[in-house]
T-cell receptor
Framework: KNQVEQSPQSLIILEGKNCTLQ??????????LRWYKQDTGRGPVSLTI?????NTKSNGRYTATLDADTKQSSLHITASQLSDSASYIC??????????FGTGTSLTVIP | DADVTQTPRNRITKTGKRIMLECSQT?????MYWYRQDPGLGLQLIYY???????NKGEISDGYSVSRQAQAKFSLSLESAIPNQTALYFC??????????????FGPGTRLTVL
């Protein structure tokens, strides 16, 4: 069964601290993995995308890693800001344009 | 202007009413999707369309119908709304690309409340 699991479900960190979010998947055949940021009440916005041959991708303070052998990805946020408070969703795409969504990690950054 | 727009942004309706949510896109993408999102759950696919003549059911299509009026427009209808259809609804578009970089672009969402 094609599934995407994220952990932790929620996370609270102090402003300025780093954090890492996890995504495990069983989707096959794999096409790409994308991390989205979703602010409350808004549509998801893409942060990074990685294909099978890529194992790390950065976007400012966001760095995503992918281990295609173990089917795991992580999103590392450096020097967190209050504006990072959001839900972070891992989406894995199969070849053929099918998308599988994780339930997201809710991140709260407190001053 | 936003690439993917949804109307209305918020809607409160009563049980049994027929509701239509509309989605328009200026990205020129052939593929369009409707999702619903409930608190604590991932996005669930309702319907998708790969071109104007192609409509496919997603994992939770019961109680919903869609219409692809044009490449740029994809509407979702609730024929007889019920309270458990209260949710946040998202429209998305995508285009097939080479190299595996297919991406979905989401609209801002429609918050629907069925009383």
């Amino acid at each position: 069964k094609n599934q995407v699991e994220q952990s932790p479900q929620s996370l609270i960190i102090l402003e300025g601290k780093n954090c890492t979010l996890q995504c495990n998947y069983t989707v096959s055949p794999f096409s790409n993995l994308r991390w989205y940021k979703q602010d409350t009440g808004r549509g998801p916005v893409s942060l990074t995308i990685m294909t099978f041959s890529e194992n790390t991708k950065s976007n400012g303070r966001y760095t995503a890693t992918l281990d295609a052998d173990t089917k795991q990805s992580s999103l590392h946020i450096t020097a967190s800001q209050l504006s990072d408070s959001a839900s972070y969703i891992c989406v894995v795409s199969r070849t053929g344009n099918q998308f599988y969504f994780g339930t997201g990690t809710s991140l709260t950054v407190i001053p | 202007d936003a690439d993917v727009t949804q109307t209305p942004r918020n809607r409160i309706t009563k049980t049994g009413k027929r509701i239509m949510l509309e989605c328009s896109q200026t990205k020129g993408h052939d593929r369009m999707y409707w999702y619903r999102q409930d608190p604590g759950l991932g996005l669930q696919l309702i319907y998708y369309s790969f071109d104007v003549k192609d409509i496919n059911k997603g994992e939770i299509s019961d109680g919903y119908s869609v219409s692809r009026q044009a490449q740029a427009k994809f509407s979702l209808s609730l024929e007889s709304a019920i309270p458990n259809q209260t949710a946040l609804y998202f429209c998305a578009t995508s285009a097939p690309t080479s190299g595996g970089y297919n991406e979905q672009f989401f609209g801002p969402g429609t918050r629907l409340t069925v009383l």
